[in-house]
């Protein structure tokens, strides 16, 4: 195949998309490897912080529901959202969403993305007896995600054709 057979590109993501793109997936994996390794951590010392540690959170009393919102939620929604942003799918299910905000599905789903991600870990910064550097490149990450969405150029490249 001779270089003027291949198809040339036509378009280049805006480096806000790129970014986008990049903490959507970087939220997905490790929100995923977190939530499996704490839903399946029980009894098992190394793979979940303290069990004391649940003493200060209201309504948990073990690591397996904070598990599975990490994996499912996060993990699995920032995936989905990641795969969106970056592909563009036309899906039917989705034009509830598009119509009245005028974006691609995956524009409202990266704020809420981010949303969830800050609230998720607000009640952590207040009530876990430890602040780690983790809580800080996550909540990084979350308000990032809320604020990428109204970027100029990611609203635009997000913008319903």
Known sequence: MTLAA????????PAGVVVTIALLFFLAISALACGVALTFSVGDEGAAPP???????PLVDSWVVPGLILGIGFGLGSLLVGYGVLTRPRWEWARFIEKPTG???????????GI??????????????????????YGATGLALLALPFVPTVSSHLRRR
């Open 6 to 13: 291949t198809r040339p590109i036509t378009s280049r993501r």
């Open 51 to 57: 069990v004391d540690w649940l003493d200060a959170i």
């Open 103 to 113: 974006h691609h599905w995956t524009w409202l789903g990266t704020i809420l993305i």
């Open 116 to 137: 969830g991600h800050v609230v998720w870990l607000g009640p952590g910064l207040v009530s876990l007896p430890e602040l780690s550097v983790l809580q800080v490149v």
